[in-house]
């Protein structure tokens, strides 16, 4: 895939976490009506719910100048009765002020994006006069050069124009908002109702419109990951560490696992912060040792391998008690089917945008890589696929967008190598560099909440961030 194409998809697909939060994460996150329908299967999602204020989620957004923007959201009441209207109308002013929150999450999302639009749109018109006025001037090589550069650019003008109609929408819903708010504050001063009914129905419409908006979005295919950041060298050569995959953005607690067999110490720790201080932790002693590193947090629960056994454990950090515990059927254990660094890395388990997954091989399987989508409540297979790719010739795998990516080694010069694509059950092969510092990954895990790759590696707890390619469906596009 060519530069400019790379570009422009690291452009349209800013704004996919926001997407993802509005119209795939964020009703599987809240358990709306408390069912979540998934590729055919139903899964119960529960969390605190007050039917007096109804659920809240916080997120957050990067503003231009690094400042983070967080962000309450409240669902759209599905009828409102005449009586109490103070208490109506407060409602209505949080949900207009939660649409004005989301819309500005948007805006600081496109704001950067909306810079190389134009960088692309110049270079796309620099190109098309160099293409006119070049009568001879040129080579006949270097004119077919531009004229190929110029043909492949071409099918990311109507994109470019979509992108730019879009941005003006997102102008004019923000002054809707703007103008609504206005009105809802006058009537609140008044403490009247007078156009109550019909100031529902436009806060009804704006968040719709915001919803079909943030729609035309979604998940990518991993095309970049970033140049590493260091949080902090720690404990031995084998670990993990991590986030919980669900938690508002105020929760920032880290969770901390030395050692790749045998361990049951985790630490967990207040805030990154603290984490990278060393400080404001306590302790959880697991009452069953673990084995690998492809523990992961979900939900307010860790995820994790037992020693010497193909049992997957669901250990509740606030009760410290185990939940549930299920044996994964065929899956091999003890160091039969690890990754190419071993380290009883035979079990995997991830959290993507679509929920908990284990990846791990079977002797039916002839050693290649299965990949599981697991209801995270009674640890049950809800899917399998077999990808087809031996484990052990794999260094890490992570998901993204259900998408299980391998990588080509676990040493230095690894590089994202295989893809496999669970929506069409195909796979291909990729080349996506990343630069492995401390020559030896032991862990290595996607966290959708952030769109980073959390590792570990020798010693070292190291941050990536990823680009995901995503282009915009224009008006008659199949």
Same mark, same amino acid.
């Given at each position: 895939?060519?530069?400019?194409?790379?570009?422009?998809?690291?452009?349209?697909?800013?704004?996919?976490?926001?997407?993802?939060?509005?119209?795939?994460?964020?009703?599987?996150?809240?358990?709306?009506?408390?069912?979540?329908?998934?590729?055919?299967?139903?899964?119960?999602?529960?969390?605190?719910?007050?039917?007096?204020?109804?659920?809240?989620?916080?997120?957050?957004?990067?503003?231009?100048?690094?400042?983070?923007?967080?962000?309450?959201?409240?669902?759209?009441?599905?009828?409102?009765?005449?009586?109490?209207?103070?208490?109506?109308?407060?409602?209505?002013?949080?949900?207009?002020?939660?649409?004005?929150?989301?819309?500005?999450?948007?805006?600081?999302?496109?704001?950067?994006?909306?810079?190389?639009?134009?960088?692309?749109?110049?270079?796309?018109?620099?190109?098309?006069?160099?293409?006119?006025?070049?009568?001879?001037?040129?080579?006949?090589?270097?004119?077919?050069?531009?004229?190929?550069?110029?043909?492949?650019?071409?099918?990311?003008?109507?994109?470019?124009?979509?992108?730019?109609?879009?941005?003006?929408?997102?102008?004019?819903?923000?002054?809707?908002?703007?103008?609504?708010?206005?009105?809802?504050?006058?009537?609140?001063?008044?403490?009247?109702?007078?156009?109550?009914?019909?100031?529902?129905?436009?806060?009804?419409?704006?968040?719709?419109?915001?919803?079909?908006?943030?729609?035309?979005?979604?998940?990518?295919?991993?095309?970049?990951?970033?140049?590493?950041?260091?949080?902090?060298?720690?404990?031995?050569?084998?670990?993990?560490?991590?986030?919980?995959?669900?938690? #508002?953005?105020?929760?920032?607690? +880290?969770?901390?696992? @030395?050692?790749? !067999?045998?361990? /049951?110490?985790?630490? $967990?720790?207040?805030?990154?912060?603290?984490?990278?201080?060393?400080?404001?932790?306590?302790?959880?002693?697991?009452?069953?040792?673990?084995?690998?590193?492809?523990?992961?947090?979900?939900?307010?629960?860790?995820?994790?391998?037992?020693?010497?056994?193909?049992?997957?454990?669901?250990?509740?950090?606030?009760?410290?008690?185990?939940?549930?515990?299920?044996?994964?059927?065929?899956?091999?254990?003890?160091?039969?089917?690890?990754?190419?660094?071993?380290?009883?890395?035979?079990?995997?388990?991830?959290?993507?945008?679509?929920?908990?997954?284990?990846?791990?091989?079977?002797?039916?399987?002839?050693?290649?890589?299965?990949?599981?989508?697991?209801? #995270?409540?009674?640890?049950?297979? +809800?899917?399998?696929? @077999?990808?087809? !790719?031996?484990? /052990?010739?794999?260094? $890490?795998?992570?998901?993204?967008?259900?998408?299980?990516?391998?990588?080509?080694?676990?040493?230095?010069?690894?590089?994202?190598?295989?893809?496999?694509?669970?929506?069409?059950?195909?796979?291909?092969?990729?080349?996506?560099?990343?630069?492995?510092?401390?020559?030896?990954?032991?862990?290595?895990?996607?966290?959708?909440?952030?769109?980073?790759?959390?590792?570990?590696?020798?010693?070292?707890?190291?941050?990536?961030?990823?680009?995901?390619?995503?282009?915009?469906?224009?008006?008659?596009?199949?």
């Amino acid at each position: 895939m060519s530069v400019p194409l790379l570009k422009i998809g690291a452009v349209l697909s800013t704004m996919a976490m926001v997407t993802n939060w509005m119209s795939q994460t964020l009703p599987s996150l809240v358990g709306l009506n408390g069912t979540v329908s998934r590729a055919g299967a139903s899964e119960k999602i529960t969390l605190f719910q007050s039917p007096e204020e109804g659920w809240q989620l916080y997120t957050s957004a990067q503003a231009p100048d690094g400042k983070c923007i967080c962000t309450a959201v409240i669902p759209a009441q599905s009828t409102c009765s005449r009586d109490g209207r103070s208490r109506e109308l407060r409602q209505l002013m949080e949900k207009v002020q939660n649409v004005s929150q989301s819309m500005e999450v948007l805006e600081l999302r496109t704001y950067r994006d909306f810079q190389y639009v134009r960088s692309m749109e110049t270079l796309m018109r620099s190109l098309d006069a160099r293409l006119r006025a070049a009568d001879g001037s040129l080579s006949a090589k270097s004119f077919q050069e531009l004229k190929d550069r110029m043909t492949e650019l071409l099918p990311l003008s109507s994109v470019l124009e979509q992108y730019k109609a879009d941005t003006r929408t997102i102008v004019r819903l923000r002054e809707e908002v703007r103008n609504l708010s206005g009105s809802l504050a006058s009537i609140q001063e008044e403490m009247g109702a007078y156009g109550y009914e019909d100031l529902q129905q436009r806060v009804m419409a704006l968040e719709a419109r915001l919803h079909a908006c943030a729609q035309k979005l979604g998940c990518g295919k991993l095309t970049g990951v970033s140049n590493p950041i260091t949080i902090r060298a720690m404990g031995s050569r084998f670990g993990s560490w991590m986030t919980d995959t669900m938690a #508002p953005s105020a929760d920032s607690r +880290v969770w901390y696992m @030395d050692g790749y !067999y045998k361990g /049951r110490r985790v630490l $967990e720790f207040r805030t990154l912060g603290d984490f990278i201080k060393g400080q404001n932790f306590i302790q959880h002693l697991l009452p069953q040792p673990w084995a690998g590193t492809g523990h992961v947090v979900y939900n307010g629960s860790l995820f994790y391998n037992k020693y010497q056994s193909n049992v997957v454990v669901k250990y509740h950090f606030r009760s410290r008690s185990v939940l549930v515990q299920r044996s994964l059927p065929g899956a091999g254990y003890n160091n039969t089917f690890p990754y190419s660094w071993g380290g009883f890395s035979d079990m995997d388990f991830m959290v993507d945008e679509s929920g908990l997954w284990a990846v791990y091989t079977t002797n039916q399987n002839a050693g290649n890589i299965v990949v599981s989508r697991l209801d #995270p409540h009674t640890l049950e297979v +809800v899917r399998s696929w @077999d990808t087809g !790719y031996p484990k /052990r010739s794999a260094g $890490e795998a992570f998901m993204i967008c259900g998408v299980l990516y391998v990588t080509n080694s676990h040493l230095a010069g690894a590089k994202v190598y295989f893809a496999y694509f669970t929506n069409t059950s195909s796979y291909e092969y990729t080349d996506v560099p990343f630069h492995n510092q401390y020559s030896h990954i032991s862990m290595l895990d996607y966290n959708p909440r952030e769109r980073a790759l959390y590792t570990w590696n020798n010693g070292h707890q190291v941050l990536y961030n990823v680009t995901l390619f995503h282009v915009i469906s224009t008006a008659g596009d199949p």
